[in-house]
């Protein structure tokens, strides 16, 4: 049984800092939750006490803006979680040296500098556009302190910005390093397909995401071009989910084709010697021939209800049920608008 890997040195050098934040928050000694859970309560109350010169801004817009941009960080620290407890699995399957196994370790679970950094710049300019037209249309006379409320909306919506531009650019660095590593699969045990599904995780990890943004969006209106949006990111979902694990599905059927191939050669052997040991009347010999066809059937039937896709039962639900997410979260939205 293979070893774990201990954990490979984080720095700013060679780690992007939203991995390092997620690390600093996984050594603290309150759990994640409350952390995020009071960062959206922060948030909430600087909205209202920013925004309230003439009349307070309403509540629940007030929670949901803070909520959007913490979803944003949980779901990033939550494909960081999988894509660390998925490699963990998969790893044994790779017949690589520890020092190369080390070095895909890193470079899956931990993002370069440059792409948090990229992240960060294009979530500062999209905030900075807004910005500039609500100074426009009067902002000054509807904040408490501008340069405060600057570095609120910085904060909050170029942070949510670019927290999503993170998540693209790094489930794509991800999603492309899955289809390498399964290139390096080279040994498939069809009756252990476990380590090879680990991977069905992290797509279906960033497929559950996007259907999340698409459930935030909706409180952008039902604007034709938000409904095509909103369309394209369940279309991208369902890309993201399956793209990944092709090449690892063809290799697998490959191998399942090799066995069966094999069974019915094996099955066709042993079909002439049965009809030969039939003519010459051996029933001794007949049992055993009998008893080995009844184990390669059973064996080519056990190949047969092999699924070819590396996902297991609960992988493929949880991504399935997700689509309902969208509906379900626009009917919390709508119950908590009349009560907040």
Known sequence: MSQALKPPTQNWRNTSWID?????????????WVIYLSLIALFAFL???LFSLDSSPDLFDSIYGALALIITFVIN??????????FEQFQPSLKLSRKHIEKYRQKF???????????????????TSFWSIGMQEGMTETTRSLPLAFIYGLI????NSGMIMYFMFNSLRRLKLISM??????????????????????????????????????????????????????????VVFLVPLI?????????????????????????KQISSAVRNEDLDVLGKLKSGQDGLSFQRNEI???????????????????????IVIWLITRLLERFI
């Open 20 to 32: 390092l934040f997620f690390s600093w928050i996984a050594q603290l000694p309150l759990p994640a």
């Open 47 to 49: 909205d209202q006490w």
């Open 77 to 86: 620290h939550w494909l960081h979680q999988v894509s660390i407890s998925a």
């Open 109 to 127: 679970i931990f993002a370069n500098p440059w792409i948090a950094l990229l992240a960060t710049l294009l979530g500062i300019s999209t905030f």
């Open 156 to 159: 909050l919506f170029g942070g």
């Open 181 to 238: 590593l399964h290139k390096q699969v080279a040994d498939i045990d069809l009756f252990n397909l476990n380590p090879l599904r680990a991977f069905s995780r992290v797509s279906s990890a960033a497929a559950i995401s996007l259907l999340l943004y698409l459930a935030i969006t909706q409180r952008f209106g039902t604007s034709p071009e938000n409904i095509g949006f909103q369309i394209s990111l369940g279309i991208l979902a369902v």
């Open 247 to 271: 090449g690892l599905r063809n290799k697998i059927s490959a191998k399942r084709e090799e066995q069966l191939k094999l069974i019915s050669a094996d099955l066709g052997l042993v079909a």
């Open 304 to 326: 047969l209800s092999i699924r070819a896709w590396p996902w297991n039962t609960g992988t493929l639900r949880g991504f399935t049920s997700a689509f309902v997410l969208p």
